[in-house]
T-cell receptor
Framework: DSGVTQTPKHLITATGQRVTLRCSPRSGDLSVYWYQQSLDQGLQFLIQYYNGEERAKGNILERFSAQQFPDLHSELNLSSLELGDSALYFC???????????FGDGTRLSIL | AQSVTQLDSQVPVFEEAPVELRCNYSSSVSVYLFWYVQYPNQGLQLLLKYLSGSTLVKGINGFEAEFNKSQTSFHLRKPSVHISDTAEYFCAVSDWGTSGSRLTFGEGTQLTVNP
């Protein structure tokens, strides 16, 4: 158990819909990262937050947004969903940006 | 920009045999290197990391890796594998710059240990 909690584990929805993925980092970790894992693109970095502020942005679509709240949990919002958004979405956390990242078990998103 | 290449997409081996999973990276700055393992329907678990110091790094489950700066490689090795080592292995690099510390992953190597 990495200590990083992601909910829900599975999500099935339709095209055009909006979903919110939630992540609770390990106790004491200030930095949160989101990654997308798909068969065609592999593991891709989406976005990083540190203590509530956006720190780095990767290949994140404009339809996607994220935030980190004062209690340090984070949410990834995906809107206007397309079939190609079907993937496994991972959250990771670290004490600070200079420490290794620990991953949650992911949320599997299926778009029908 | 940085990138990671895992040279083998699939590696089948017999139980108790040695194994090497190959990883090459490219980066214009100093990097930090990691190997993660992903078991079916699970998240990524950190196997080992190279931050600085000794180029031979030991991790969990009997794995080790050697950082070779001149060859820009970070190959993962285990002298004797078990059935339970069957999983997907990912090599990753981070530059840990002030702009963030994203991980760039390779495409993964599926290790299958056969009895």
């Amino acid at each position: 158990d990495s200590g990083v909690t992601q909910t829900p584990k599975h999500l099935i929805t339709a095209t055009g819909q909006r979903v919110t993925l939630r992540c609770s980092p390990r106790s004491g970790d200030l930095s949160v990262y989101w990654y997308q894992q798909s068969l065609d693109q592999g593991l891709q970095f989406l976005i990083q937050y540190y203590n509530g502020e956006e720190r780095a942005k990767g290949n994140i679509l404009e339809r996607f947004s994220a935030q980190q709240f004062p209690d340090l949990h984070s949410e990834l919002n995906l809107s206007s969903l397309e079939l190609g958004d079907s993937a496994l979405y991972f959250c990771a956390s670290s004490v600070d940006p200079n420490q290794p990242q620990h991953f949650g078990d992911g949320t599997r998103l299926s778009i029908l | 920009a940085q990138s990671v290449t895992q040279l083998d997409s699939q590696v089948p081996v017999f139980e108790e045999a040695p194994v090497e999973l190959r990883c090459n990276y490219s980066s214009s700055v100093s990097v930090y290197l990691f190997w993660y393992v992903q078991y079916p329907n699970q998240g990524l678990q950190l196997l080992l990391k190279y931050l600085s110091g000794s180029t031979l790094v030991k991790g969990i489950n009997g794995f080790e890796a050697e950082f070779n700066k001149s060859q820009t490689s970070f190959h993962l090795r285990k002298p004797s594998v078990h059935i339970s080592d069957t999983a997907e292995y990912f090599c990753a690099v981070s530059d840990w710059g002030t702009s963030g510390s994203r991980l760039t992953f390779g495409e993964g190597t599926q290790l299958t240990v056969n009895p």
